[in-house]
């Protein structure tokens, strides 16, 4: 022997695979949830009872939300634009608004000599 070392190549615990050595498996269930451009997912949960299987599960293939029923599949999450700041004062304030702030800004910088 090449002055090695005899576990060479193992990690502490490792050891002969199989049900003996593990431990019983959990009873699980497969379900199927199909998201919107009609991908499969098969997630396993566990049939322990009181445990709650969720409605919604996220598509690993797109990332789009998945149900249970195949034939509605949850619609894809609404995407909001991105707003500018102008966008969200037109929400706050009415054309009217506007136009009295204006003239009270114009007639300030005329006070001020700064226009005419």
Known sequence: MAGGNAIRGSRVGAGPMGEAERGEVAPRVHISFWCSNGHETRPSFSEEPGLAIP??????????????????????????????????????????????????????????????
């Not at 939300?65 to 034939?71: E, I, V």
């Not at 500018?84 to 006070?111: F, N, P």
Request: one cysteine or more.
């Open 55 to 116: 409605e919604q599960w996220d598509c690993p293939r797109c990332g789009l939300p998945a149900g249970r029923d195949k034939d509605n599949p949850p619609a894809a999450p609404k995407v909001e634009p991105y707003k500018t700041h102008l966008a969200y004062v037109k929400e706050r304030r009415s054309d009217e608004d506007g136009e009295a702030i204006l003239d009270e800004a114009l007639q300030t910088l005329r006070d001020r000599g700064l226009i005419q």
